[in-house]
């Protein structure tokens, strides 16, 4: 029985909102894309995902032509949608791998969407939100997860292999590094277990 209007206690107050997190553990990761293994389109998506640190909506604007003939090493060039600028990615041999895989998965005319949806040309933000929240409760993961969850983990990862915060930063397209640890999600007990090196 659903509940009366605004009575919802996991739903965020009026003006407030639920920060979404990375998936923190490879076996998390290593899990969902076997979840994916057979679903081309799906498996593309968290792959490029987790791999660019595209916002949602950048990774659901790819047509086949923009990346039909990149390899190992190539860039992808995206206008960010909330600045306006163009931000540079170089693809790994995973991102290949799987556009290669979606591109031989079905006819796609250079103007397709790589990401078409049953209702519609291309697949919408809310529908990846579900997916993402799908995904990650089928392999066993708690928390709040959605769309932005795949370009977060992509930092997380960044930042646990010790990539330089403005480095992380840069290609978010942040204006500082304090935003980019907040989004991160990086607590204070982190930044605090950097004074633990004795010299």
Not at 93 to 100: L, N, Y
Not at 120 to 141: A, E
Request: glycine residues 8%.
């Amino acid at each position: 029985m659903p509940l009366p209007k605004g009575s919802n206690p996991n739903h965020p107050k009026l003006g407030s909102s639920i920060k979404v997190e990375p998936i923190r553990t490879k076996k998390a990761i290593s899990g969902i894309k076997q979840l994916l293994s057979g679903s081309p389109r799906d498996l593309c998506l968290f792959t490029l995902g987790i791999n660019t640190a595209y916002r949602a909506n950048e990774l659901l604007s790819l047509k086949a032509g923009q990346v039909r003939y990149l390899g190992v090493g190539d860039v992808i060039d995206l206008k960010q949608s909330k600045t306006d600028r163009y931000r540079l990615v170089t693809l790994n041999s995973k991102a290949v791998s799987v556009i290669q895989s979606l591109l031989r998965s079905r006819a796609f005319e250079d103007e397709d969407y790589l990401f078409w949806s049953l209702h519609g040309p291309v697949l919408q933000v809310p529908t990846v939100t579900n997916m993402v929240k799908r995904w990650c409760r089928l392999v066993g993961l708690r928390g709040h997860y959605g769309s932005h969850t795949l370009r977060k983990t992509w930092g997380y990862w960044q930042y646990k292999r010790h990539t330089p915060i403005p480095l992380v930063m840069e290609a978010f397209g942040h204006k500082s590094q304090q935003q980019t640890m907040a989004y991160l999600g990086i607590q204070p007990k982190d930044v605090a277990r950097i004074f633990e090196m004795e010299l």
